[in-house]
């Protein structure tokens, strides 16, 4: 219980049962990478992920409908989603320095740069440029073409700055009691995250069936399914998240001033479209 200062939760199984999803899902990954099975123990691990969300969610809502939680707690809940956007974003950084070390470094040094005479003798054909459709090494099969960045990309790009200002104005209605706006912008928001999936996943196919981008096409495959790949996987959290949302709006929770679980979905939306605009820059532009 609160006693005006701190609330320290009851003991819950969630973070341990949720470790042992992820752990699944990561694992039946690998085997699937490796040697093309696994793709079972994959849809175990994300089945219960989704359960372990879904109940985790179920108990912090409780609690706080409860009135359990005070400014110390809600102090706590700012700093731990300060931190995790924080990690997150050191998360993305390594491989975003994967890829300019690639650009900037790798691909010149494949080039001759610095040791034509080595690089000469090995590739004497080799030309670096990037997107690096013909490798070096001819045992690796580069990609026949890339995306356009004006096309999909660019249609998936002005669909997340969309999503941002009506989840903006979403919020600011929250703020000032307009519950029926929150409510209808909130939808469009999480119906835009919905078309952002569809349509990346349109793009995957495309990127398989006929561009040839595969995570075996080189080191422009395998930084181009890294980078969007985990992105993706972002959307579609948060998608789930502001759904969530969506619903306890529609139930009646949340006040005027006391709403961080919705503020806290904006705060990682925004990230999440702050680090597409990135992708869509350096990975389709430039």
């Not at 307009?178 to 990346?200: A, E, H, P, S, Y």
């Not at 001033?257 to 806290?264: C, K, T, Y």
Request: proline share 4%; glycine share 12%.
């Amino acid at each position: 219980m609160s006693s005006g200062s701190y609330y320290v939760p009851a003991s819950s199984r969630w973070p341990v049962l949720g470790s042992v999803a992820l752990g699944a899902m990561m694992v039946g990954t690998g085997i699937k990478l490796v040697y093309d099975t696994g793709l079972p123990l994959v849809l175990i691990g994300v089945a219960g992920i989704l359960a372990v969300m879904g109940l985790w969610f179920r108990d912090v809502i409780s609690e706080s409908r409860g009135g359990l939680y005070d400014d110390q707690m809600d102090r706590s809940f700012r700093w731990g989603m300060g931190w995790f956007i924080f990690s997150e974003v050191m998360f993305f950084a390594a491989f975003f320095g994967a890829l300019f070390y690639v650009r900037m470094f790798a691909i010149p040094w494949l080039g001759g740069e610095g040791a034509k005479g080595v690089s000469a003798l090995l590739w004497p054909d080799f030309v670096a440029t990037w997107p690096l459709l013909n490798p070096p090494d001819s045992s690796i099969a580069g990609p026949e073409q890339v995306f356009s960045p004006w096309q999909l990309p660019l249609v998936n790009t002005l669909i997340l700055i969309t999503s941002s200002i009506t989840l903006t104005v979403a919020h600011e209605a929250l703020k000032v009691g307009d519950r029926k706006t929150c409510r209808n912008w909130l939808t469009g928001t999480v119906l835009l995250g919905c078309c952002f999936i569809m349509i990346q996943g349109v793009e995957y196919y495309e990127a398989y069936a006929h561009y040839g981008i595969t995570l075996e096409a080189g080191i422009f495959g395998a930084t181009f399914f890294i980078l969007t790949g985990f992105h993706g996987v972002h959307v579609i959290i948060g998608t789930l998240i502001l759904a969530a949302m969506l619903v306890r709006i529609i139930k009646g929770h949340f006040g005027d001033e006391n709403h961080f679980g919705f503020e806290a979905s904006c705060w990682y939306w925004h990230f999440v479209d702050v680090v597409w605009v990135g992708l869509f820059i350096f990975v389709y532009v430039l």
